[in-house]
């Protein structure tokens, strides 16, 4: 079966959106900063979601904006139904991960990495808990290209339907 291909007007959901603002700057006044966990709502093992970050708080006034982005599960073990990044994209300035899969009743960690046009590296992980009520699933497929590369739905298609690549073989997305 081949998936359907998103809607090129596809949007991130606004009610899975984190955003991500910059660290209280408390050593100045004798104060250590409390370490704060993010999480996205749960999901469950059957669910397709994509999950965003929004970088625009710690980006303020700096004039840069995110160029790319990866994710990785650091917490799968190797299972078929382990949580899984389907794609990875930037969506109106937003980190936006597609994730499927998930054991029911753990909660898994999503390492995001955004690289800035100016260069600036930010590492966020995530934590996102897999329903405990759901039955174990394995992801399904999502649109790639002849080498595997996930198609994200803000990927250039061309008139014929192919989808424009650099000459590292991305696709080329409309961000």
């Known amino acids: 079966m081949i998936p359907p291909i998103p809607s090129p007007i596809w949007q991130p959901a606004a009610s899975r959106v984190i955003p991500i603002a910059p660290p209280a700057n408390l050593r100045t ?3 250590v900063p409390e370490i704060v966990t ?9 669910e397709q979601f994509d999950f965003s970050l929004d970088l625009s708080g710690m980006l303020e006034c700096t004039g840069d904006y995110a160029a790319s982005v990866l994710a990785s599960i650091p917490t ?3 299972m078929k139904t382990d949580l899984t990044v389907l794609w990875v994209s930037i969506v109106n300035g937003l980190a936006c991960v597609f994730l499927g899969g998930g054991q029911p009743g753990t ?4 390492r995001v990495g955004v690289t800035t046009q100016q260069g600036r590296v930010i590492v966020q992980d995530v934590l996102l808990a897999i329903d405990v009520f ?3 699933a394995t992801p399904q497929p999502v ?3 002849p080498d595997g590369t996930p198609v994200p ?3 250039i ?3 014929d339907g192919s989808i424009l690549t650099d000459d590292n073989g991305q696709p080329y997305i409309i961000a």
């Open 29 to 31: 006044r004798g104060l």
């Open 38 to 46: 993010l999480s996205w709502a749960p999901k469950s093992s059957a």
């Open 76 to 78: 799968a073990t190797g």
């Open 107 to 110: 909660t898994q960690t999503v």
């Open 134 to 136: 759901s039955e174990p």
């Open 143 to 145: 649109p790639t290209l």
């Open 153 to 155: 739905p803000n990927a």
């Open 157 to 159: 298609r061309l008139p």
